[in-house]
């Protein structure tokens, strides 16, 4: 696993670190049951603080992609299916091409939004 978190990009640092994670989860560099490093560990290899981790560990264990397991640590989750990976695939490369871009995380998840309620109208 590796993260590489930029200090001068417009992204959020934890935005960077659950961006990264979600991706590496999504192609399978970090498969189903892999354990990931303590929120504590992983914030001190970055240079972060423990709660920005603890901020991307969290939003990826509520989309479903991460579990803890209490004090046995925090793996990466199973029983997801192949449309939910191949769309978490498509929403990293999005999220990266937004932070290429510049595009700040709130417009870029606005766009994401009309672009779904578009597709319910049609």
């Known amino acids: 696993m590796r993260i590489v ?6 992204v959020p640092p934890y ?10 989860i999504g192609d399978g560099r970090l498969p189903v049951g892999a354990r990931l490093p303590t929120v504590r560990r992983l914030a ?5 603080a423990v ?26 989750a199973p029983g997801r299916d192949d449309a939910v990976d191949r769309l978490q695939r ?16 709130d417009a870029a998840l606005d766009l994401v939004r009309a672009a779904l309620d578009a597709g319910r109208r049609g």
């Open 90 to 105: 498509a929403a990293a490369g999005y999220a990266a091409e937004a932070a290429r871009l510049g595009v700040a995380p």
């Open 51 to 76: 709660n920005t981790v603890a901020r991307a560990y969290r939003e990826l264990e509520a989309a479903g992609l991460l579990e803890t397991r209490g004090r046995h640590g925090t793996f990466v």
């Open 44 to 48: 001190g290899e970055l240079g972060l």
């Open 15 to 24: 935005e960077q670190v659950r961006g990264q994670l979600a991706e590496q």
């Open 5 to 10: 978190v930029d200090p001068a990009s417009p």
